[in-house]
């Protein structure tokens, strides 16, 4: 529903054209090779495929989309990773409609839009983990064993308490449980 509300108030606009919805990451993968638009619109949170992944994918490949994050997660560490995934925006759902419009008209013609109150808290405190131990990191604070984890990334269990221990002592955090928690709250996983 809100994926179709989204698209029905950007052709209202005149000068954009929807080109297609996607309802996950892999999804609007696929339609981003396929129809190559000038701009992709895209959460953050959604199935088979982050936002993040999708616009490191984007690039990647060496496509001419540029990529807008559009999401509720108001959090610097989301920001700086999106930017460094290749996003050339990130504006948050509850700005109004005619402010998405804009950007989307400023990213096609070579800018940047940000939202302005993340960008300055962006610059605050870095994101101190690794891609490895952000990996490692989300999986155990889906409550999943070092096994798991180790079998997944196919890594030895001691490399998985390794990557954990070094997340843990990065973040301040008293245990794994913690250390996940931790990241999640200022967008680092």
């Known amino acids: 529903m809100v994926l179709g509300a989204l698209a029905a108030l950007l052709e209202l606009q005149g000068d954009i054209d929807v080109a297609a919805q996607a309802p996950d990451g892999e999804a609007a993968l696929q339609a981003v090779v396929e129809l190559q638009p000038d701009v992709l619109v895209t959460d953050i949170e959604m199935p088979r495929m ?6 490191a994918a984007v690039r990647e490949r060496g496509l001419p989309t540029r990529v807008i994050i559009l999401t509720t997660f108001a959090r610097s560490g989301y920001l700086r990773r999106a930017l460094d995934a290749g996003a050339s925006g990130y504006l948050l759902k509850d700005a109004p409609a005619s402010e998405l419009a804009d950007a989307i008209r400023r990213v096609h013609a070579g ?11 962006a610059w605050g405190e870095p994101d101190p983990l690794t891609d490895r131990e952000r990996q490692v990191l989300r999986l155990a604070g889906q409550g999943r064993s070092g096994a798991d ?17 070094e997340a843990i002592s990065k973040l301040g955090a008293a245990n794994r449980v913690d250390a996940a928690r931790i990241a999640r709250e200022r967008g680092w996983l």
């Open 50 to 55: 982050t936002g993040l992944e999708l616009a």
């Open 111 to 121: 800018g940047r839009a940000i939202d302005p109150a993340l960008a300055a808290e």
């Open 149 to 165: 984890i180790a079998a997944e990334l196919r890594l030895s269990e001691g490399t998985v308490r390794n990557y954990l221990s």
